[in-house]
């Protein structure tokens, strides 16, 4: 038996954030680490010091925006992206890696903009897609973690003040239930496994500064960045901590690190 160490990072830009990401690989040694919004084309991507720290760098891109990246320890099997069902190919939001023995999704799923937006309604057929990739590719009786930016946060504990931000596109009813219903298929939420009464957060806005304080200062944030793991993993799962410390350096993401252990 061994044990996997599996993080998952928002870096709002690999390359802005490429020092912070490469110090916490080191510090923190996770097996597979996940990124979302790389904001980079392939040609661009800095994979050579992340090689150089020991890691394999499989990435899918594209210029400012998305972007999905997957950095492992381990050699993975194959590594493909993307939904695989037409509309979305030129957009990265979806890296599957299998590993021996398991698998790991990892995802940016679209943020949704404003309810009456073309780009909600686009979230919510995403997760809708998403599900229908699980039903296509695994059985809950395989062994899955899926990952990423969520760009939901699934309970009231999960979001500052909940009742103001019921129109909101990372809170409102709809997405939940979308996002509930693509969980339903047979993934369980690791955090809330160990910490089902715990709040805590992966994401403080710059934008919003009460009193004059940062959003981090305050602590209101937003838990929208998850770890998901199958039936046969979510039990093996030993440990799922947030790391609040690289929020908090000079040109920080405004999403910090997740990560998990499972013994494997």
């Known amino acids: 038996m061994i044990e996997v160490k599996l993080a998952t990072f928002n870096a709002n830009s690999i390359r802005v954030r490429q020092n912070a990401i490469l110090a916490w690989l080191k510090s923190q040694q996770p097996d597979i680490l996940c990124l979302q919004e790389t904001k980079v084309q392939d040609h661009q991507f800095p994979r050579e010091p992340y090689e150089a720290a020991g890691y394999r760098v499989n990435f899918k891109g594209m210029k400012s925006y998305n972007g999905v990246a997957i950095l492992s320890r ?13 509309p979305e190919a030129d957009e990265p939001r979806l890296a599957h890696a299998r590993f021996p023995g398991f698998s790991v999704i990892n995802t940016y799923i679209p943020q949704g903009y404003l309810l009456e937006s073309p780009k909600y309604a686009y979230k919510l057929e995403w997760f809708k897609r998403l599900r229908n990739y699980f039903e296509k590719n695994f059985t809950p009786k395989d062994p899955v973690l899926w990952c990423g930016d969520m760009n939901v946060a699934p309970r009231d504990l999960d979001v500052h003040h909940p009742e103001k931000h019921l129109t909101h596109v990372c809170f409102h009813a709809d997405a939940k239930k979308a996002y509930s219903h693509t969980l339903s298929w047979g993934f369980e939420d690791v955090f809330l496994k160990l910490y089902p009464e715990r709040q805590q957060f992966t994401f403080w806005d710059y934008r919003f500064r009460p009193n004059g304080k940062s959003s981090l200062e305050a602590n209101l944030g937003w838990r929208i960045d998850h770890i998901l793991a199958t039936a046969p993993l979510a039990e093996r799962c030993i440990r799922v901590e947030i790391d609040t410390e690289p929020r908090k350096a000079p040109q920080a993401s405004d999403h910090t690190f997740l990560w998990a252990e499972f013994k494997l």
């Open 74 to 86: 381990l050699k993975p099997d194959s590594v493909v992206f993307g939904l695989g069902d037409g």
